[in-house]
């Protein structure tokens, strides 16, 4: 067998409970990435888009969005855990710990938790927990998640199945540590861009967020290498033409920051992800879809120790190439509704 230094990636096979996975390579986040994100997602929370308005409430400058973070580290685990992926499956128990910002450099580190092989035997389901740190060493973020894996040989044996217990929902005691004491009194309403805070919203309550962006293919390319993201469906041409879809996918992380940089209208002062509860990328999106987005709140939460801030649960819901003013989501069956893409349910906090 010829030798070779390039790689081929990770099949279903070569994955192991407790197996621990280093990801290359660290990423320094720079003022030019943060720019290059919001030409991309055009996303408006106060919080990220001015240090001015950062310092006046008590941070030290503007964070780096959530999602950009998310999406860095997440980047940093395709090489091992998606190069041979089918589908990106879903999330849980994600929470944003600590504060990024401009210079700061993140890398990731996965503990497989779980494995499933399919009953087609030509692929299996592997659960990781992936830990992003900055440079010193310290997490900035934590989540779960499930990935649908190719097998190298379909006739290879399968590992026990070993399915990990996830929690429902994050504590919201865990939640706000990535935020520092604010300053109420200086949160400027009018600059953030609405008057609602966080007594504002009822649980129950939903959200057309009614603007909708169309997605070109160039813009979602250059977002998946933003994140030095190298899955195979979202960039070759020559090699998915002869796939399911015979085009190439967007990354589902597109659009996640959509849905969120949509939900600026209705949710404005919504300025900051705490956790992800779950998710699911329902169908695929393709350049020349048009995103639509809208949120139900499922929960309020105080957060311990906490009276300038407070949790909601929301359910943020995207479609495509449909408007959300009757709030699709379910069919009379129970399947999903058509045009349904993403289901993800967020803790997002707000001043009080």
């Known amino acids: 067998m010829r030798e070779t230094k390039a790689q081929i990636g990770n099949f279903f096979e070569d994955f192991a409970v407790g197996q621990v996975l280093a990801h290359a390579t660290p990423r320094t986040v720079a003022a030019g990435d943060v720019a290059l994100y919001n030409g991309l997602?055009?996303?408006?929370?106060?919080?990220?888009?001015s240090d001015a308005f950062a310092q006046a409430i008590g941070y030290p400058r503007a964070p780096?969005?959530?999602?950009?973070?998310?999406h860095v580290v997440f980047g940093k685990t395709v090489s091992d855990m998606s190069l041979n992926a089918i589908a990106n499956l879903g999330y849980a128990e994600g929470r944003f710990v600590r504060p990024v910002y401009p210079g700061d450099t993140l890398s990731a580190v996965s503990e497989v938790i779980g494995l499933r092989e399919?009953?087609?035997?030509?692929?299996g389901v592997v659960y990781v927990r992936t830990t992003g740190r900055n440079q010193h060493?310290?997490?900035?973020?934590e989540y779960t998640r499930w990935v649908m894996v190719r097998k190298r040989d379909t006739q290879s044996p399968a590992p026990a199945a070993a399915l990990p217990a996830l929690a429902d929902r994050v504590d919201p005691a865990a939640l706000g540590m990535a935020v520092p004491d604010l300053e109420?009194?200086?949160?400027?309403?009018?600059?953030a861009g609405a008057p609602h805070r966080w007594g504002?919203?009822?649980?129950?309550?939903?959200?057309?967020?009614?603007?909708?962006?169309t997605l070109e293919e160039a813009e979602h390319q250059i977002a998946t290498r933003l994140y030095q993201n190298t899955a195979k469906v979202h960039f070759n041409l020559h090699e998915q033409a002869d796939g399911h879809f015979k085009r190439r996918l967007v990354y589902g992380g597109v659009v996640?920051?959509?849905a969120r940089a949509l939900s600026f209208n209705g949710l404005a002062n919504a300025f900051h992800v705490a956790g992800i509860n779950a998710g699911r990328h329902v169908a695929p999106c393709f350049a020349g879809d048009t995103v639509y987005a809208w949120s139900e709140v499922l929960e309020k939460a105080e957060l311990p120790g906490r009276r300038d801030i407070g949790a909601l649960r929301v359910r943020l819901v995207a479609v495509k190439n449909?408007?959300?003013a009757n709030f699709p989501l379910r069919a009379a069956a129970g399947e999903y509704a058509p045009g349904v893409i993403l289901d993800l349910d967020l803790w997002l906090v707000l001043p009080r």
Not at 41 to 49: K, L, N
């Open 200 to 213: 504002d919203y009822t649980a129950g309550e939903k959200i057309d967020h009614i603007d909708g962006i």
């Open 322 to 324: 449909a408007s959300c």
């Open 118 to 123: 399919n009953s087609n035997r030509a692929s």
């Open 256 to 258: 996640i920051s959509l």
């Open 137 to 141: 060493g310290q997490a900035v973020l």
């Open 41 to 49: 997602y055009g996303p408006r929370f106060a919080v990220q888009s």
């Open 184 to 191: 109420l009194g200086r949160y400027d309403l009018a600059l």
């Open 64 to 70: 780096v969005d959530d999602l950009l973070v998310f």
